[in-house]
């Protein structure tokens, strides 16, 4: 395996889940004051998809979108930026978490209705292959989108018109906290999409390598055929649905499943390998943990001076009289 590759994948996913954790650590301080679905556990489907991609590919996404946009290498500030409501952020602060654009990186956006991406992407499809390009449309969902009328109406309309659209069924085993079991009659994506007659395949979404080079592969057959594939990457999302915590205790999943996937975190995986493979393989996660930390430091600290002093001049202005019509 090439070790510039496996540096590169290992950088990007440290990345994500360093910025997650800050995330945390702000959000439990209430810097930050809003809902954060955060993807702990789950990098390894944002970047083994995205790295083989081109800046001109296209990418939706969901309500767990942080992790896209930066494999999709969206602007870091700008993202944290718009996690503190600031209008340099990349919805200009009026978006949030949920709503991260980047068009420059191909980042063209992520929205909180489950499944709403979807169609929008066969949209997005159509308008590349009109545009007679070879760029694909990435289109992310979780498994709870497969629960939704318009996930299949998609797979139907793309393969119907052959569209260069690429689904992402990133299935976690859970929408919110209800099982997949527990939702579906029949829980096999693969067999679903092949139904309606699109090319599908399964990979352990933990392994980045395997999803990398599927998704290369399968990026390939696109941009020659231009009809659509759906690759399902099975992961575990380690931290809770929504905010910092991690919906272990209290009957909402059971601990067993951590057990069983923590010592397949998919950072840990890597670093395993790069370790065992890679000649000083230590010293160059340690280079790169350090250089990544580093920066993330730079960035929130920029986007708390910013915050803070909007909040200093907001306290400066005199208050404002109430408006007697509106009393
Ligand atoms: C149409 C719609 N129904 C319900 C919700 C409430 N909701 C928000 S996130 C979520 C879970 C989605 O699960 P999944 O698609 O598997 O994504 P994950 O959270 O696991 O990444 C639900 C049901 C919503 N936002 N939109
Ligand atoms: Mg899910």
Not at 36 to 41: D, P, T
Not at 58 to 69: D, E, P, V
Not at 253 to 261: G, I, K, V
């Amino acid at each position: 395996m090439d070790r510039d590759l496996m540096l590169m994948l290992y950088q990007r996913m440290f990345r994500i889940r360093n910025v997650e954790e800050r995330i945390k650590h702000e959000y439990q301080h209430r810097n930050i004051r809003m809902a954060v679905h955060l993807s702990i556990g789950q990098e390894a489907v944002a970047v083994g998809v995205l790295a083989p991609t081109r800046t001109t590919d296209c990418c939706l996404s969901t309500h767990r979108c942080h992790a896209h946009y930066l494999g999709k290498q969206g602007d870091l500030q700008r993202m944290i930026d718009e996690l503190y409501s600031l209008d340099t952020g990349c919805s200009h602060g009026y978006g949030g978490s949920m709503h991260l654009f980047d068009k420059q990186a191909g980042m063209w956006g992520s929205g909180a209705i489950v499944g709403g991406s979807v169609p929008m992407a066969v949209g997005m499809g159509l308008a590349l292959k009109q545009a007679q390009t070879d760029n694909v449309c990435i289109s992310f969902v979780g498994d709870g989108g497969v629960d939704e009328g318009a996930f299949f109406e998609s797979l139907n309309l793309a393969a119907l018109l052959n569209v260069p659209v690429l689904f992402i069924v990133e299935n976690n085993g859970y929408s919110t906290i209800t099982s997949q079991r527990l939702r579906q009659a029949a829980v096999d994506v693969v067999a679903k999409a092949r139904s309606f007659g699109v090319d599908s395949v399964s990979v352990d979404g933990n392994n980045v390598l395997e999803v990398y080079e599927t998704c290369q592969r399968v990026l390939e057959s696109i941009r020659r055929d231009q009809r659509p594939r759906l690759i399902e990457a099975v992961t575990f999302r380690l931290c809770a649905h929504v905010g910092p915590g991690s919906d272990f205790g209290g009957g909402r999943r059971p601990e067993e499943e951590l057990e069983r996937w923590t010592p397949r975190d998919p950072l840990r995986l890597l670093a395993q390998r790069i370790e065992h493979e890679v000649s000083e393989g230590v010293q160059h996660l340690h280079e790169i943990q350090e250089q990544v930390l580093a920066e993330i430091d730079r960035v929130f600290e920029t986007a708390k001076r910013h915050f803070n002093e909007i909040n200093e001049r907001e306290k400066l202005e005199a208050p404002r009289p109430p408006d007697p019509s509106r009393v």
